[in-house]
């Protein structure tokens, strides 16, 4: 499925969309990858913030009320097909800048980004991408897990990326024992000191109570976190890892490090949000789409856009159109890890 694209604007209003426990489709942010409500998770630190957003917890959702300006493309109007939860509730929230700015702080501006020392070639770098829109029942199926996927596969092959070094396992191919698979085909072939390997994954997250998450494949054979932070760290040379889930910084302990990237969608007690105009999630389509192929990312307006740059971007955008959300409140991407960011798509640091 191709992605739904708008033109790029500088000034236009996001229209938030509150619906039930599980939404399908919805013009706006729709609630996705929730399938049940989550226990009150266990404290856990919170993971290093791009500079650009400093809040690192959500406040309680504020009340609704009126409008908000951002680099978005504005969403369409429309009805909000729900699943079993029962009949959506709508709340149309508008934010004015200034409104944001007091949440969030000044919106990222330019800011130097160190760039690595060596780069990998694309002999040398290695991609494995799990996405998963169809579950079957009675587990509900995303928006864009699948779509998120091949969206990214596409973007490393514009950037020069060798299809050949591209793995992309959706839906029914989605097993257990395919991203296991994965991860130990990224290990074999990267390199210390050579290769850049990335490993992505779209869908839902369970929770399994003691601070144990685990990813959700298509046939119920639960990635648990500490077994996929043990088959990541086989894998040499640098790594980014990047999860768009629910309590997606769940999955951080153990892998960031100097070599080793770690971004999530959301913090370890947060949902995360698919936005179905984009046909992505919210995280995605920022970091990938209107970040990094539009170049609204772009700060310095020097038409070569960061890992640093599209992170910050990303990061504050995905508050801002989320910010309002019920009952799950905003997502607050995480980083942490490599502070090597001066690189871009098409030279990833080896």
């Known amino acids: 499925m191709s992605r739904h694209r708008r033109p790029p604007s500088r000034a236009v209003r996001v229209t938030a969309v ?17 399938v049940r409500k989550p226990p009150a998770p266990a404290p856990a630190p919170a993971l290093a913030q791009p500079p650009a957003a400093p809040v690192q917890q959500p406040p309680p959702p504020p009340s609704p009320a ?48 160190a760039r690595p020392a060596r780069t990998a070639a694309p002999a040398d770098r290695f991609a494995f991408l799990v996405g998963i829109t169809r579950y079957p029942a009675p587990t509900h199926p995303t928006v864009a897990g699948a779509q998120d996927a091949r969206a990214i596969a596409a973007a490393l092959r514009r950037a020069g990326w060798r299809p050949g070094n591209i793995r ?26 050579r290769t850049f390997s990335f490993f992505h994954y779209s869908g839902h997250v369970r929770q399994l109570g003691g601070g ?45 490090g100097p070599q080793v990237l770690f971004t999530g969608s959301s913090n370890v007690d947060e949902k995360s949000y698919e936005y179905a105009p984009w ?6 389509g920022l970091l990938f789409d209107v970040g990094t192929a539009r170049r609204e990312a772009d700060a ?21 159109i989320t910010l309002n959300q019920k009952p799950y409140g905003r997502q607050t991407p995480q980083s942490a890890g490599d502070p090597v960011r001066g690189w871009t798509l098409a030279d990833p640091p080896a």
């Open 18 to 34: 509150v619906a039930g426990l599980v939404v399908l489709a919805g013009a706006g942010v729709a609630v996705a990858q929730v």
């Open 66 to 113: 009126p409008s908000i300006a951002t680099p978005l493309p504005a969403p369409a109007r429309a009805s909000v097909p729900t699943g079993a939860a029962g009949a959506a509730a709508r709340t149309t929230t508008h934010r004015s800048a200034d409104q944001l700015a007091a949440a969030l702080g000044a919106p990222p501006g330019p800011q130097v980004d």
């Open 168 to 193: 992309v396992v959706t839906d029914e191919q989605a097993t257990g024992r395919a991203v296991l698979d994965g991860v130990a085909w990224l290990a074999a072939k990267s390199r210390a000191g």
């Open 212 to 256: 144990t998450e685990a990813l959700w494949p298509v046939d119920r054979s639960f990635v648990y976190d500490k077994d996929l932070a043990r088959a990541l760290q086989g894998v040499k040379g640098r790594l980014w890892v990047d999860i768009a889930g629910c309590e997606a910084a769940s999955f951080a302990p153990g892998l960031p």
């Open 279 to 284: 046909h992505s999630s919210v995280w995605s």
């Open 300 to 320: 310095d307006r020097d038409r070569r856009v960061t890992m640093g740059e599209a992170l910050r971007f990303a990061t504050y955008y995905a508050q801002a």
